[in-house]
Each structure stands twice: as C-alpha cells, then as structure tokens.
C-alpha cells in the first residue's frame, strides 16, 4: 500500500519570503502522479501542482514549483513571494498511474502542513 | 469555469434524521469520488463512480449511507438515518476519460449533526 508522509504540521513564512514544504512517500510501483492540494480557511481543496513520475523535469506553477526526487520518494513544493493569501493546510497526494486501464485512481493524502503567512 | 458544485454547502440536522448531499461533477468527467474529512480520520475516501456506475464503496459504511448517480450530471450520497459522528466535511471529486489521476474537487458540504 501507498503511503504518504507530511513531517510539519505546521510552517511559518513571512510576506514575500520562499517556503518549503516536504512531502515524502512509499511505493513499489514505477508510474504514479503526485499533487499539492491547498485548502484555505473556507475548506475547498484546490489543486495547485501535479507531477508525473515519469517526468524529470520539476513542475512549475506560476510561484508554486516542486523538487521530485524519485530515488529518493521526496517531493517538496516551494512558494516563492509568499502572500498572505497563501495561508492554508497544503496536503500532498499521491495516485497510480490508472488512465486508460479501466479503473479509477484513489488519492493518498498525507496528514497535511499548515502554513501561516504573517507580515 | 468549469467546476464542481455541491449542494448544499451547510447542513445542520438532528440526529436519526436523513441527510441528502448532491454534487455536480465537471461536465464530461466519467469519474465521481465521494470523500470525508474529519480532524481524527483526515480525507477518507466513501465511494467512487465511473460512467455512473459504483467502482468501489467499500470507505462507506454501508448500514446508513448510500450513493448513486442517477445521471451524468448528479451524484448524490445519502445518510439515513444520521448520527453527530457523521459530522464531517463531505467532497465531491471528479475526474476526466483522459487524465482519471487528477480530481478536481467541489466545495464540500460541512454537515453538523445535533
């Protein structure tokens, strides 16, 4: 079974500062996708960022990007200029690469990091 | 914009009544997800649907929930009767034929039972 692991429960960054979070995971398989989701205050989860395994290349999302270390199972998201809307928990996901096979994904989510924003 | 909705987005009941929550998915995603969010259990998956029909509820207790999608374009979960431990966030997700890894999600229905 999948697993993900978010070790801060909480982070702090200050207006206009960069901020990392980590995320970190175990899986036997080779091809899955992993995401950062944000859910503010008002409890909508938003999906910020993607990754596929199978990409080298990190993900950029405007002022939001990712370190994906596959050998390593890490994959950290950094918020550059933080603003305060930024504020948030930020839940890392993980799911199997399921697309044409027939079958449904099923996200793994780490227990999430709460990030504050502060002037 | 394409987004998913949910109705409503507050519920407060009392306890043994039933409970209807309804989603709209994304139109033209074949794939609904049904998921709860509490402090203690964090984002549990209920159930899931592809072209309408259930893949997997087995997240679901089974004895007072129930979930169907009666068309394309709504899904509903049910609880009946309700008890204060279903208090919880519930989301809807959905989720395209050509990238089923990806879930949007909709705004959730905060459901407090008395």
């Known amino acids: 079974a999948q697993t993900v692991t978010q070790s801060q429960p909480e982070m702090s960054v200050q207006e206009a500062e960069t901020v990392t979070l980590s995320c970190t995971y175990d899986?036997?398989?080779?091809?899955?996708?992993l995401f950062w989701y944000k859910q503010p205050p008002s409890r909508q989860m938003i999906l910020v960022i993607r990754q596929e395994a199978y990409k080298q290349q990190n993900a950029t999302e405007n002022r939001f990007s990712v370190n994906f270390q596959k050998a390593a199972k890490s994959f950290s998201l950094k918020i550059s200029d933080s603003q305060l809307g930024d504020a948030a928990m930020y839940f890392c996901a993980y799911s199997r690469l399921v697309s044409f096979t027939g079958t449904a994904s099923k996200l793994t989510f780490g227990t999430g990091t709460r990030l504050q924003v502060t002037l | 914009d394409a987004r998913v909705t949910q109705t409503p987005r507050h519920k407060v009941t009392e306890m043994g009544q039933e409970v209807t929550m309804r989603c709209q998915p994304i139109?033209?995603?074949?794939?609904v997800f049904w998921y709860r969010q509490t402090m203690m259990q964090g984002l549990e998956l209920l159930a899931y649907f592809r072209n309408r029909a259930p893949l997997d509820d087995s997240g679901m207790p089974k004895d007072r929930f129930s979930a169907e999608m009666p068309d394309a374009t709504l899904a509903t979960l049910k609880i009946q009767p309700s008890e204060p431990r279903d208090s919880a966030v519930y989301f809807c997700a959905s989720s395209s034929v050509v990238d089923q890894e990806t879930q949007y999600f909709g705004p959730g229905t905060r459901l407090l039972v008395l």
């Open positions: 899986t036997s398989e080779s091809d899955y996708y």
């Open positions: 139109l033209g995603h074949n794939t």
